[in-house]
């Protein structure tokens, strides 16, 4: 009976995830949700191989199928080995956003000796193409209707149990068609002609938005981090507006970036107008300067929201080239653009402190070192250096800008936090594992003594703020007026409404963390 081979195939690497995840983790409630969710898509795998047999060249079709059973199965339990979390949309965003030189930066920071045990899934692999695995018999009606009844059956209580949020096909595929809607609706309102109409209620020369790369506000020294990460800043503080409760929408770039230049929140998470569009209707040339890549696996949704800018310029272009520009690069290139006549925004989005933590400063910014030498303290050590070097990038711009005496203005934050065994014992920025640091950023601005503000501007640098009401914000803080700008989600207005600072699955980030 061929069935029974079939069946310890397919069971074979269910258990075997299972036993890793509670040998090398300690079991977690999730652990028994991801297992009954694996059954029921192990049965549902058997029955499709089983009905595969009855056609010509079932062998293969089944063959295939199980190829790929094990493969979502090696991925499952891979991440969890090394991060403790469970597949989900933000994963699948970030692989589509992320090029080669991404992936092995990634893979040389994270790896982790728990991997070896993967190896294991590999023991049936002659068995995936044996003849005698899988035979073609004779097709028997009763069998076929009773077999889609049944997958008919568990996917129906898959979807209602929601036990269907822990299988990777349906996520990747899911969230693949999402990522796309979204790349398209955004491509679509680049080229159709805008319904936008603007007022301009003061006259400014330049605005230059800095947006950061993974930096926590807790590893800064401007707001109290135990290093001096941030002594030229420091100097310019008494020009310097510094906001201490500002948080990001998500710990992944595209998901922040989306809500921070488009109109797209929590409230409506539809992407609708983009802040560039706005800009440039209020008669502003933008810019957009980055020294990240213009692609990853498809055009990304930060690229096809840069378009839209008069002009746009991408450094780090090679995605196999083994240097690693430092984002100082950038800043000969703004220097360049702040000659441009006429009123301009510049947008300068850094790789900041992206890892792997050791390429994104030169040696002369190795200045901290840790007296108790191990992974944990050598890690830490490195970002802190990253910030060191931020905060010599940031604190140019607004040296550069502020030499030209016109009106001027620059905002500096950052997409998202970043955890660095702060609250917990890892470091980097997952979804499925939330801490405060992941999503507290700095959030600084400065302003030339000629900038005109706004008749209802108001500084409260405690104020509760969520970065995706940044397009609310910065519009205000320029003066421009229209139709969906709401001036009681902007930071600078004296207008200014609190909200609940929703993050994940309706959860209140102030609830949760504070």
Not at 44 to 50: A, G, K, R, S
Request: charged residues 20%; proline residues 2%; positive net charge.
């Amino acid at each position: 009976m061929y069935w029974k081979q079939n069946i310890i195939l397919l069971v074979y690497p269910l258990f075997l995830s299972f036993i890793l995840e509670v040998c090398i983790h300690e079991i977690e409630f999730s652990t028994f949700l991801n297992l009954a969710e694996n059954i029921l898509f192990t049965i549902i795998t058997f029955l499709v191989i089983n009905q595969a047999s009855n056609f010509k060249l079932g062998n293969k079709i089944a063959a295939l199928i199980i190829v790929f059973f094990y493969i979502f199965f090696l991925i499952e339990t891979g991440l969890y080995l090394l991060f403790q979390t469970r597949m989900n949309a933000s994963y699948i965003y970030v692989i589509l956003s992320t090029n080669y030189d991404e992936v092995k930066e990634f893979s040389l920071v994270y790896y982790s000796n728990n991997l070896i045990w993967l190896l294991l899934f590999f023991i049936p692999i002659k068995s995936f193409f044996s003849k005698k695995t899988h035979q073609q018999v004779k097709v028997k009606s009763i069998n076929v209707i009773v077999s889609l009844v049944f997958i008919f059956i568990m996917l129906i209580f898959l979807k209602h149990s929601k036990l269907i949020v822990y299988n990777l096909p349906y996520i990747s595929i899911k969230s693949y068609i999402q990522y796309q809607e979204q790349i398209e609706s955004i491509k679509e309102f680049n080229i159709t002609k805008k319904n936008i109409e603007t007022k301009s209620v003061t006259e400014n020369d330049v605005i230059v938005v800095i947006i950061g790369e993974s930096t926590t506000s807790k590893h800064m020294g401007i707001y109290g981090y135990k290093r001096n990460t941030t002594p030229k800043l420091k100097e310019l503080s008494d020009s310097l507006i510094v906001y201490k409760n500002v948080i990001s929408p998500h710990v992944f770039t595209t998901g922040s970036m989306l809500d921070i230049l488009t109109l797209s929140n929590y409230e409506n998470q539809k992407t609708s107008n983009t802040l560039i569009d706005y800009l440039k209707n209020a008669k502003y040339q933008v810019f957009w300067l980055s020294n990240q890549r213009a692609v990853g696996i498809h055009d990304n949704i930060i690229s096809q929201l840069a378009s839209a800018a008069d002009e746009s310029l991408f450094l780090a272009y090679n995605d196999y080239r083994n240097t690693t520009l430092y984002d100082e690069v950038l800043l000969p290139i703004l220097d360049e653009k702040l000659k441009v006549k006429g009123k301009k925004v510049i947008f300068l989005h850094l790789i900041g402190s992206h890892y792997d933590y050791r390429k994104r400063y030169p040696k002369g910014f190795d200045t901290f070192f840790s007296k108790i030498k191990n992974n944990k303290t050598q890690i830490i050590d490195k970002y802190d250096n990253t910030i060191l070097y931020n905060d010599f990038i940031v604190s140019e711009v607004i040296k550069i800008v502020s030499k030209r005496e016109e009106k001027s203005a620059v905002i500096y934050f950052s997409d998202h936090g970043e955890e660095v065994y702060d609250v917990a014992d890892f470091f980097g920025h997952f979804e499925d594992k939330p801490t405060s640091t992941m999503y507290e950023v700095p959030f600084l601005v400065y302003m030339s003594p000629a900038f005109e503000k706004p008749t209802d501007f108001l500084i409260d640098k405690t104020r509760v703020f969520m970065l995706d009401d940044f397009p609310h914000s910065l519009t205000h803080f320029m003066g421009i007026e229209s139709e969906l700008l709401k001036k009681n989600r902007s930071i600078f207005s004296s207008k200014f409404v609190k909200r609940k600072r929703v993050i994940l699955n309706n959860k209140n980030f102030d609830s949760i963390f504070r």
